[in-house]
């Protein structure tokens, strides 16, 4: 990210002007317009970088998604243009295609809040009204739209094309046959014509001429879902769903994940696996459309089959009204129940489908799927207790389910944390199964008890010692355990019983990142993507290994690229995390504001953005954020804990300690809060009450690392320096890799007295956990606070013959100020290393010229000195040392003035005192 920083400064140098116009929305449009979309989207997402509100690039950016067939990102863009202003002429036909293709009818009526068509743009709605409202079965408001743009554009050969639909839905086959005729007659290769001749063709039962109409029109436009659709469907309907398979695939990657793509790959699956006979869908469907109402009445089941034959053909709104009507006649039918649930929660959102298991909630009593699928969906909405309340009710019901046992493990993580989870799922009187040992491994292992995990993942392949799928669940959980060897041993079982078991190569992969093998893992996730090129979980895991692999723009473009397709939240979770690593908070705040997009008023992704505020100083915006947070419903113990941290951080201590009041309240036996909360009342300088909240810690809480390091902070504020170390000490007595209490021991040890103290005591852990690195560079900071330099020298060396710190250019410059004295070449040395690894840093610099002071090398300590100087020319050391210097090269009068200024200026008696001593000398 520096490199790039440091080439795009070159370049504003020497090309002020490219550089300024590099990324515009006039670039962008001459790329669009050559169909280089990958490139104009990339400028694009530059421009609205800087300025979201671009509505001109927003539009152009939707229109290139349009293009790339990425159908829900363009929708998300397109509507956000339209929502912030945009002139609804501008992109009324790309969103009426949009909605068409999603069957979205509601949304299309709404468009014309938005503003006043022009004629030729209201005229292209009014088509996509018609073909919508024959979707669902409203011919007479489509025959009525389309007189409406008849009288706008007569003879028109889409006109002609949407008559002819509809008059196919009315079966007026010689009418729409003479249309269609007409307007292919005008152009041949018209892909609507085809389409509708093969419509035609089929309700005619001419299945071959169908197809024949349907592969001219992919010949002439491959990636048309439109196509795509009703090929598939033929091919199901002349009993060869094997030649359906790649077209539903396609449809597939282009993220159209609707019902009649689901079921239809649903059954071709079963189809083709259990390798059974087909039946003419259409004709059965047809059949069953000829009877009358009222015959369902006395056959439910039919409408019920009815239902299915419609789901499967593409006609999925209809599918839902049979299966609703179906409902009415049996009202207690579980799979219908469960079908609807399933298509709303998939094609609509998540509240549609809860509102319909309330609504049959009491038909769903003895159903465990139905139910565990509303505790899930109230989960989802945010409704943490009340699933709880729910699932307390269930489980009173079917105690020994393990599917409710694993349901409930999750929502009691989600609310208490993994340590009461794991509890409350141990004392279960549901059997072992995969779910509920799975989830019982996982949560071990978010707890830290890596035995119980894998005891619980042993069990789970003891179950099926020869299944791929578990075997892989074993060598994930080895793997998050560390345990590498057994890890690798699993994979090598697995792969030899299954060699392209994909899931398993990619824990491979995964193994191979945490060995710190990252050029084999880029090699096997490259070869896992070529197999499947829109494997979110690859494309993100492939992304993390080129981060780490220094090929940042590649990562940034891979994720981005995916992002745009489809959204998946990891992936925001890994840009999110690059972006602030290397403090790219711009982005950060851009990414954020997209995924609250797809994730509205997600609390985790509010949290982020809140922090990202922070960053920038838009601390009024970050209060705004703030104030929706705590206005969201069912707040857990743990968001009111983030809050008060975050008002702390404000400068608003009281709020602060409120909100951390309400998430003790909420959690009254997680120590974890009564430790935050007494740290909180320190930090405040609330002594009596903290000390009142500190001896009221009892039992296993009372006696933690945690509670003798508040303590200690406690003694610290009160002065009384001898409890405090007494205090830290007993901490790390009960955890020795307790940092914390380690810093709070070293910053204590600034002390003089508390000098050999801290040394002794970190000296005894040294000597018997060497391996502890981090400790060993506190000890040499240590030694460096205290002016021990041989001591300093000795830790500094030990690290960096471990390896340790190798990449961190302070341990270079501490080290080259540790050795200044000493060894001044070797100083210096060490001070170029930390310079190369940081440059343009002035404490960086200032040790480089001391160096070279010391050597006496004035001509070359100058610039470098000058370069500090630039960096930090308030700094009182670095300007004497600058005069120094310049005496030592006699050149006095350069020297005078900056003596000069400094004793006038400087607030350091120290260096005043210096610099008065030395310009006495001139």
């Known amino acids: 990210m ?12 020497s090309c002020q002007l490219f550089a300024d116009n590099q990324y515009n929305y006039e670039n962008a449009l001459k790329l669009y317009q050559q169909k280089q979309f990958d490139s104009a989207g990339i400028h694009l997402r530059n421009v609205l970088k800087d300025n979201p509100d ?6 152009l950016l939707g229109k290139i998604l349009l293009e790339q067939q990425h159908f829900a990102q363009a929708l998300n863009v397109l509507e956000g243009a339209l929502t912030d202003g945009a002139d609804v002429n501008l992109l009324s036909d790309e969103l009426s295609y949009i909605y068409l293709l999603f069957q979205d009818e509601s949304r299309l009526m709404q468009l014309e809040k938005y503003g006043v068509f022009s004629t030729l743009k209201r005229f292209n709605w009014l088509l996509v009204s018609a073909n919508l409202y024959q979707e669902n079965g409203k011919y007479t408001e489509a025959a009525t739209a389309l007189d409406n743009a008849e009288q706008l554009f007569a003879d028109n050969a889409s006109l002609l094309n949407a008559k002819a639909g509809l008059a196919i839905r009315l079966r007026q086959f010689g009418k729409a046959n003479n249309l269609l005729q007409q307007t292919l007659a005008q152009d041949p290769q018209n892909i609507e014509t085809l389409l509708l001749l093969g419509n035609l063709a089929k309700q005619q039962q ?6 024949d109409y349907y592969q001219r029109a992919l010949a002439l436009q491959s990636d048309n879902p439109f196509v795509l659709r009703a090929l598939s469907a033929a091919w199901f309907a002349v009993g060869q769903p094997d030649k359906a398979r790649p077209l539903l695939l396609k449809l597939q990657d282009m993220g159209l994940n609707d019902a009649y793509l689901r079921f239809s790959l649903l059954l071709l699956n079963a189809v083709l696996d259990n390798k059974t006979e087909t039946t003419n869908f259409v004709a059965l469907r047809d059949d069953l459309n000829a009877l009358p109402a009222d015959y369902f009445a006395a056959a439910p089941a039919q409408l019920y089959l009815r239902a299915a034959l419609n789901y499967l053909l593409g006609a999925s709104e209809q599918a839902i009204q049979d299966l609703e009507a179906y409902l009415k006649l049996q009202p207690q039918d579980s799979n219908a129940i469960a079908l609807i649930a399933e298509h709303y929660l998939r094609t609509r959102e998540p509240s549609m489908a809860l509102r319909f298991l309330e609504r049959h909630q009491e038909h769903i009593q003895n159903s465990v799927p139905l139910l565990a699928q509303h505790v899930l969906l109230t989960m989802r909405a945010g409704k943490l207790k009340t699933a709880e309340t729910m699932l307390s009710d269930i489980r009173a019901r079917f105690p020994a389910d393990a599917t409710l046992a694993a349901l409930d493990a999750d929502l009691k993580r989600q609310l208490y944390g993994p340590e009461l989870a794991l509890q409350e799922l141990n004392k279960q009187q549901s059997p072992d199964t995969p779910a509920t040992l799975l989830t019982g491994a996982l949560l071990a292992l978010d707890i830290g008890d890596n035995d119980a995990a894998l005891e619980k993942a042993h069990q789970l392949i003891t179950l099926a010692p020869d299944n791929a799928d578990y075997l892989n669940l074993y060598a994930g ?8 060897q057994s890890a690798n041993q699993t994979l090598q079982q697995l792969l030899k019983l299954k060699p392209e078991h994909f899931a398993g190569r990619l824990t491979l992969a995964n193994l191979y990142i945490s060995q710190g093998k990252i050029q084999e893992a880029e090699t096997l996730l490259s070869a896992l993507l070529k197999e499947q090129p829109y494997h979110q979980a690859t494309t993100v895991l492939l992304a993390a290994t080129e981060l780490q692999l220094n090929k940042t723009q590649q990562a940034e473009q891979r994720l981005n690229t995916m992002l745009n397709r489809k959204y998946y939240r990891p992936a925001v979770d890994l840009l999110l995390r690059h972006y602030l690593t290397t403090n790219a908070l711009t982005d950060a705040r851009y990414l954020l504001q997209r995924a609250l997009r797809q994730e509205f008023l997600d609390k985790e992704l509010l949290f982020q953005e809140v922090d990202v505020l922070l960053a920038l100083n838009e601390t009024a915006q970050a209060e705004d954020k703030i104030k929706l947070i705590q206005s969201l419903p069912e707040l857990s113990s743990g968001h009111w804990l983030q809050l008060g941290k975050i008002q702390q951080r404000l400068g608003h201590p009281q709020l602060a300690l409120q909100n951390l009041a309400t998430a003790l309240q909420l959690s009254p036996d997680q120590p974890v809060y009564q430790y935050e909360y007494i740290a909180m009342l320190i930090a405040n300088n609330k002594l009596t009450l903290a000390k009142e909240q500190l001896t009221a810690l009892k039992g296993e809480s009372g006696q933690s690392a945690d509670a003798y390091l508040l303590r200690a902070e406690y003694a610290n ?11 830290f000490q007993t901490s790390i007595s009960k955890d020795p890799l307790f940092n914390r209490a380690w810093a709070g021991l070293y910053e204590l040890a600034r002390q003089e007295k508390y000098n050999q103290p801290f040394v002794t005591v970190a000296e005894q852990y040294l000597s018997a956990n060497p391996d502890n690195v981090w400790l060993r560079r506190l000890l040499a900071e240590h030694h460096i606070n205290h002016h021990s330099y041989a001591a300093a020298k000795q830790q500094y060396q030990q690290l960096l013959n471990a390896g340790a710190f190798t990449d961190d250019p302070w341990l270079y410059n501490n080290l080259a ?5 000493d060894d001044a070449e070797q100083a210096l040395m060490y001070a170029i290393q930390a310079d190369k690894l940081l440059s343009n840093n002035p404490r960086i610099q200032l040790t480089r010229a001391k160096a070279l002071l010391e050597l006496h090398q004035f001509d070359q300590a100058l610039p470098v000195l000058r370069q500090a100087f630039a960096l930090d020319s308030t700094n009182a ?8 210097c310049l005496v030592q090269l006699q050149r006095k009068e350069e020297a005078r003035l900056i003596l000069q200024k400094l004793v006038n200026s400087t607030s350091q008696p120290d260096y005043r005192s210096k610099a008065s001593s030395l310009l006495n000398t001139l």
């Open 2 to 13: 520096f490199v790039r920083f440091i080439l795009a400064l070159l370049l504003v140098f």
């Open 54 to 59: 671009n509505l001109a690039a927003q539009i």
């Open 206 to 211: 001419q299945p071959e001429a169908a197809l």
């Open 477 to 484: 959980i080895l793997l998050q355990a560390q345990q590498y």
């Open 717 to 727: 504020q009160t002065g009384n320096s001898a409890d405090a170390f007494a205090a």
């Open 817 to 821: 100020n540790a050795l200044l004295t």
């Open 877 to 884: 050391e670095i300007n004497y040392l600058l005069a120094e």
